[in-house]
């Protein structure tokens, strides 16, 4: 999300590696996963210290959940998605072909919302899978992207797929 200015950019360790997160107008915008080495940025604010807590207790046990504001750059489609994929409940997972049936659309456009979601994990469109498989990751069909993808459904609770 280039365009988006933010107030201040953080980048905390995880099990997946780095991430950074954006806040914009005491709201979350963007988290990103970050290749190659890293170097933390602290949290400044309580708001930044706040969605470094809960990515924290997230990673330490998923069951609390993130009560975080939001402010998410996208289409009205993308956000009527965004939406959709917060009232996926954890440890289970839906497919792309379900969301499609839901907004009359095809699986292809979901995944497509999906891949634009600026803040992987907290909007968890890691629980939208294919019928077989568990189809991509933020615009990855493999590599490390799909394996954080598995990982972040395994510490929900979701079994492996065929």
Known sequence: MGNIQADSS?????PLGGLAFQVVSGALS????I???LR???ARSEFEHAVAAQLGRYFADPGPGFDLPLSL???AFQQRVWQRLQQIPLGTVCTYGALAGEFGTSPRAIGNACRANPVPIVVPCHRVVAVHGWGGYAGAKGGKKLAAKRWL???EGVPERA
């Open 30 to 33: 963007e988290i990103r996963y």
């Open 35 to 37: 290749d190659g080495p």
């Open 10 to 14: 953080v980048i905390v360790r995880s």
């Open 40 to 42: 933390e940025a602290p």
């Open 153 to 155: 459904l395994r510490h």
């Open 73 to 75: 750059q996208g289409s």
